[in-house]
């Protein structure tokens, strides 16, 4: 009977927190939807104009496996997750927020459009903290003005700091509370205003989703909600707006092409992943076509979804250096303060963003989007790979290894102290090598050689170290 019991309240407790988080997930959204012929551009829009000196996401890559900007130069994402800055923030709050991430090397924010209590916003009719709907009377296609204005200078405020947005329109937190479009064609006209609305946003990529578990009898032929979420986005292809897009779904560990309603849909894949990020990010780089394998969401500081030990800067850091070693052109990081809890102003300067920095900078300096994931350089000491979804990330310990073509750079991330054997013929010669602290950035040079140790214990008192040849 105790056994009994303890089901039915597990289940029962499941039942709340879907009906709770996702139950909008499973919405039932009528008819079929058509373009907007009558609205059509001729030819597609001139891109949208960028400030001087930023480096936006503006496309992919001619390999499929990173960002470009405006000029098709390679743009490394270093992103934060502020999901609820369009509606807990004021103007003047947003751009001390913006201010600050510009100064700590961030390029590219996570944001919804629309706000619910699920995705921090202060109440589900999508209300800004000051009241200010986004919509009529709940009406998607009537639109509140000065919402949309404040939302539209907080995004171009972005873009004059260098910061691209990956930009919810619809998620699955809104689905269902403030977005309740009454048929499939509201959604692709509402993806029409939006994109009308944001043509002359630069740096902008699309996304939907959002910790998103569709709800459909046949994935493949998805549910109302998935072909409400795409015609949103057809209705922003309507306007002649070809920026990349994708979706985010669920955790522990997911990624965009994993749902065959969505695999061939996404210009690239959001990866997410509570467990070390190396699993998820190798699965969704080796996929064909080659699209970029961003790791997009993963534990946030002083957060554990997992209901493991708080995200320490050691996770974050692990997160980061993981995924960038195996095939990721960026990664996002996150703090408790997505939502922008009281006091948000006063842990702007969280340790974990910093030594994620570190993480960064040592990849930003060499050739990053030349470099491949290896699994010829590191011989042995790599450590076991672990693949459930229910590792926390400080309990791996592989090493990972991505290196160029040509073998004239790489960088082997250690999560522990070991000793490394290399296979030195996958380099181009015996050339300039360092152990980074990825804690603190401090390096030190070492002759690179067969058998290499890990230098101890690092500044932040944990094993993790960064094994960089090449240029830098």
């Known amino acids: 009977m105790a056994t009994t019991a303890v089901v039915a309240l597990a289940v029962a407790g499941a039942a709340w927190w879907w009906d709770r988080e996702h139950q ?36 992919v890559g001619p390999d499929g496996r990173y960002f470009v900007d ?45 706000g619910a209590t699920a995705n921090g916003g202060p109440s589900d009719d ?15 296609l009537s639109w509140v003005p000065e919402y949309w204005d ?32 009454s048929s499939q064609q509201e959604c692709r006209t509402y993806g029409e205003r939006v ?31 998935d072909r409400c979420f795409d015609q949103v986005v057809q209705g922003i292809r309507d306007t002649g ?46 996929r064909e076509p080659a699209v ?44 408790d303060d997505w939502e922008f809890l009281d006091g948000w102003q006063g842990r702007l300067d969280a340790p974990g963003l910093r030594q994620v920095g570190v993480v960064r900078d040592v990849v930003e300096a060499l050739p990053w989007w030349e470099l491949h994931p290896s699994d010829d350089l590191v011989i042995s000491g790599a450590g076991a790979a672990r693949t459930g979804d229910t590792t926390d990330v400080l ?12 073998g004239r750079a790489a960088v082997v991330y250690v999560p522990t102290e070991r000793v490394l054997g290399l296979d030195l013929a996958v380099l181009a010669s015996a050339g300039r090598a360092r152990w980074v602290d990825p804690s603190s950035g401090a390096a030190t040079p070492v002759a690179l050689t067969e058998r290499m140790r890990t230098p101890g214990r690092n500044a932040d008192g944990a094993g993790d170290w960064l094994l960089v040849i090449g240029p830098g």
């Not at 009308?196 to 910790?211: E, F, K, N, S």
């Open 70 to 114: 405006q000029d098709g130069a390679p743009v490394l994402v270093r992103g934060d997750s502020p999901w609820s800055l369009l509606v807990d923030l004021s103007p003047e709050e947003a751009l001390t927020y913006l201010d600050d991430r510009q100064g700590r090397g961030v390029n590219a924010l996570i944001v919804s459009l629309l």
């Open 195 to 225: 994109g009308t609305w944001a043509a002359d946003l630069p740096g902008v990529v699309w996304m939907t989703g959002g910790d998103y578990f569709p709800a459909a009898d046949d994935p493949a032929a998805g549910s109302d909600v």
């Open 292 to 335: 970029p394998a961003l790791f997009a969401e993963g534990g946030y500081e002083g957060e554990n979804n997992d209901g493991g030990p708080p995200t320490s800067p050691e996770s974050l850091r692990r997160q980061a250096a993981w995924a960038l070693t195996s095939g990721s052109p960026g990664d996002f990081y996150g703090s």
């Open 24 to 59: 909008g997930q499973a919405s039932r959204i009528g008819g079929t939807a058509g373009p907007v012929a009558a609205e059509l551009p001729a030819t597609p829009p001139p891109a949208p104009e960028t400030p001087d000196g930023a480096h936006l996401v503006a496309g």
């Open 395 to 406: 309990d791996g310990d592989r090493a990972t290894a991505a290196a160029t073509a040509d």
């Open 126 to 140: 999508g209300a800004t903290a000051d009241g200010l709907l986004p919509f009529v009377d709940g009406d998607v």
């Open 241 to 286: 707006d070809h920026r990349p897009f994708s979706i985010q779904l669920g955790y522990p560990r997911s990624v965009s092409t994993d749902d065959p309603y969505w695999a061939s849909r996404v210009d690239f894949t959001f990866v997410y992943s509570y467990p070390p990020a190396y699993d998820a990010v190798r699965q969704a780089y080796d």
């Open 150 to 181: 404040r939302a539209h200078a907080t995004l171009a405020a972005a873009a004059e700091r260098g910061m691209s947005v990956f930009l919810y329109p619809v998620d699955g937190w809104t689905v269902g509370r403030a977005f309740l479009p």
